[in-house]
């Protein structure tokens, strides 16, 4: 029987009674969508997934991406992401600096990733205890904590997300490849509302990052930091947010309209070995319409 455990925070649940190492039947599927759609983040233990696996569920909810970055793709396997800080042979077999600000996959792009599943093989420890811990913040709750007035600047309001500006910022890692022109043809700057409609629950969602937000559209310079800064300190409120704490065998789901979230790079040089699928969008940024699940 599955059950869902909320956590003490704004969002976030466990999921119990599924061994994702299974074919789901129609019904435990739907009703797996049902508490994702709610929890914005869930997660399952002690899960054992092959790649086949990992790939199969995740196309349960819809197409599942080759990321722009095939380097760091696992060999044989285009659509899963490794996000490591492993090396091997003096190559990274991975992404090692891969998500360290708050951001939200696929927000550059005209239908933005539904979702993203992250898969953990190697979890660092300190003194026995996880590190390397990820939070998420809940852009529709941060959205509705928003002072009506704000609400009412922010209203019709567009962005500009540059993949480019995430990519190319400073890490503590070592300097990234430079993006190819075919590349960097996949990943043009694009305007998005600040406000967008979640596309499957209709719920209005800050849909802005500090990773690859570059500035409002159609404002001062001065205007734009203003209003980015403000946002930007709201989201990452404790009170929108839940921190999940990393164990082997976690495969943990994420909603990449209605959260953003930030890695914690505390576990240095300890190796850490996560790989993700990321489900693409249905829904162009621009549609407000509420979708029917």
């Known amino acids: 029987m599955i059950t869902a455990h909320r956590q003490v925070s704004a969002l976030g649940a466990e999921i119990r009674g599924v061994n994702l190492a299974d074919e789901l039947d129609d019904a435990t599927f739907a009703q797996l969508n049902r508490l994702w759609l709610e929890h914005e983040v869930v997660f399952f233990r002690n899960q054992q ?39 091997e042979n003096g190559k990274p077999i ?47 709750r941060a959205y509705e904590a928003l002072p ?11 962005a500009v997300n ?50 690859f937000t570059a500035r409002i559209a159609g404002v001062t310079e001065t205007e734009s930091n203003e209003l980015l800064d403000y946002l930007f300190g709201h989201v990452a409120d404790p009170a929108f947010i839940y921190r999940h704490q990393w164990q082997v065998g976690d495969l943990l789901m994420w909603d990449n309209c209605a959260t953003i979230h930030c890695a914690i790079a505390d576990y240095l040089p300890q190796p850490r070995l996560m790989e993700r699928t990321t489900i693409m969008g249905t829904a162009s940024v621009h549609d407000s319409a509420a979708i029917v699940a």
């Open 162 to 211: 540059s993949y480019t500006k995430g990519y190319y910022r400073p890490v503590r890692a070592a300097k990234r490849p430079e993006l190819t022109p075919e590349q960097m043809k996949k990943v043009p700057e694009i305007e998005v509302p600040v406000v967008r409609r979640h596309p499957y629950t209709g719920k209005p969602c800050l849909f802005v990052n500090e990773t």
């Open 49 to 87: 997934l092959t790649p086949e696996r990992h790939i199969a569920m995740s196309e349960r909810f819809g197409d599942v991406e080759t990321h722009v970055r095939t380097d760091c793709c696992r060999p044989d396997y285009p659509k899963i992401f490794v996000v490591s800080n492993i090396v």
């Open 94 to 140: 991975g992404a090692g600096d891969a998500g360290t600000r708050w951001h939200s996959d696929g927000c550059c792009i005209e239908k933005p990733s539904r979702g993203s599943m992250l898969y953990a093989k190697i979890v660092p420890t300190q003194d026995g205890v996880p590190i390397g811990d990820t939070l998420f913040s809940s852009m529709t």
């Open 148 to 158: 009506p007035a704000m609400k009412e600047r922010l209203r019709g309001l567009k």
